[in-house]
Nanobody
Framework: QLQLVESGGGLVQPGGSLRLSCAAS????????IGWFRQAPGKEREGVSC????????YYAESVKDRFTISRDNAKNTVYLQMNNLKPEDTAVYYC???????????????????WGQGTQVTVSS
């Protein structure tokens, strides 16, 4: 059974860091673009960062550029999101998704994915 499982969320103070992990089971991530998305209460889901399967190209939402870094370890079938200098507005449930999109930018901008994880809560608060 194809499954994505996120982990690494939690409560962190403003300016702190977290690393989220997205582990796949039942399929290999090699052929899929992977995206990180988030949804805050009362807001629509938004694409945070996406990474290509082919050339490792990446896309970042403007709000997280220079603070978040997406990476993938195909040997471990896992994708990571390193989040630094976290802000209260980063508070949300973070989801990972797997898809074969035309471009990673489209995947993120459209918040589109064929497969979804269950999400992990990130709360940034003092």
């Amino acid at each position: 059974q194809l499954q994505l499982v996120e982990s690494g969320g939690g409560l962190v103070q403003p300016g702190g860091s977290l690393r989220l992990s997205c582990a796949a089971s039942g399929f290999t991530l090699d052929y899929y673009a992977i995206g990180w998305f988030r949804q805050a209460p009362g807001k629509e889901r938004e694409g945070v960062s996406c990474i290509s399967s082919r050339d490792g190209s990446t896309y970042y939402a403007e709000s997280v550029k220079d603070r978040f870094t997406i990476s993938r370890d195909n040997a471990k079938n896992t994708v990571y999101l390193q989040m630094n200098n976290l802000k209260p507005e980063d508070t949300a449930v973070y989801y990972c998704g797997a898809d074969v999109p035309p471009t990673v930018q489209l995947m993120c901008v459209m918040s589109s994915s064929d497969y979804w994880g269950q999400g992990t809560q990130v709360t940034v608060s003092s």
